[in-house]
């Protein structure tokens, strides 16, 4: 089946550092979604990447898709405390369309 | 607007056990879908449908059985429940009637499952 790779697993930062978290993938992708789950709670979607380089910025949060396609970066300036919960990233492959979610990365920010 | 609604919130069964997960949109949603949650495993699909009247398997079918009642409702029944079971169910929704739609999914609050 398709693979969604995502690192890392956990990451503990402090607040006001910065974190990234990371999407891979060995085929060519058709989009890639990105999600947040707070601890406790459901995932809701943040936002979609289509095109080929593409980059989206929300707030402190910046959002990268490969020029391959195959890859997609979640960067989050300046954390705060709110920032906290696991993010996903979910692709759709362009030979299927089906959508795949990777593991998640668990951000947890020490105040 | 109550988007994605999930009956129960928690469930403790006993092995061999059954029961239906329910779920119901408002959104007027022709997709709808049935994920399992387990710890380090991420979101994985166990079944999907694209509208009213059709189902579609996913990557973990085995032991689940769905029903798409209506465009609103999409249930999950477990017939026979086992310890394998446990876990953090979520239903969700989207607009499209395929995976190429590429619409984004609004997820209910989740039905945390223990299988003793």
């Known amino acids: 089946g398709q693979q969604v790779m995502q690192i890392p697993q956990y990451q503990h930062v402090q607040e006001g550092e910065d974190f990234t978290t990371y999407c891979n993938s060995s085929t060519t992708l058709s989009n890639i979604q990105w999600y947040k789950q707070r601890p406790g709670g459901h995932p809701v979607f943040l936002i979609q990447?289509?095109?080929?380089?593409e980059v989206k910025k929300q707030k402190r949060l910046t959002f990268q898709f490969g020029e391959a396609k195959k890859n997609s970066s979640l960067h989050i300036t300046a954390t705060q405390t709110t920032d906290v919960g696991t993010y996903f990233c979910?692709?759709?492959?362009?030979?299927?369309?089906?959508?795949?979610f990777g593991k998640g990365t668990l951000l947890t920010v020490n105040p | 607007n109550a988007g994605v609604t999930q009956t129960p919130k928690f469930q403790v069964l006993k092995t061999g056990q059954s029961m239906t997960l329910q779920c119901a949109q408002d959104?007027?949603?022709?997709?709808m879908y049935w994920y399992r949650q387990d710890p380090g495993m991420g979101l994985r699909l166990i079944y999907y449908s694209a509208s009213e009247g059709t189902t579609d398997k996913g990557e973990v079918p085995n032991g689940y059985n769905v029903s798409r009642l209506n465009k609103r409702e999409f249930s999950l029944r477990l017939e026979s429940a086992a310890p394998s079971q446990t876990s953090v169910y979520f239903c969700a929704s989207s607009g499209g009637t395929s995976w190429a739609a590429e619409e984004k999914l609004f997820f209910g609050s989740g039905t945390q499952l223990s299988v003793l």
């Open positions: 979910a692709a759709r492959r362009r030979s299927n369309y089906k959508l795949t």
């Open positions: 959104m007027n949603h022709n997709s």
């Open positions: 990447l289509v095109k080929s380089g």
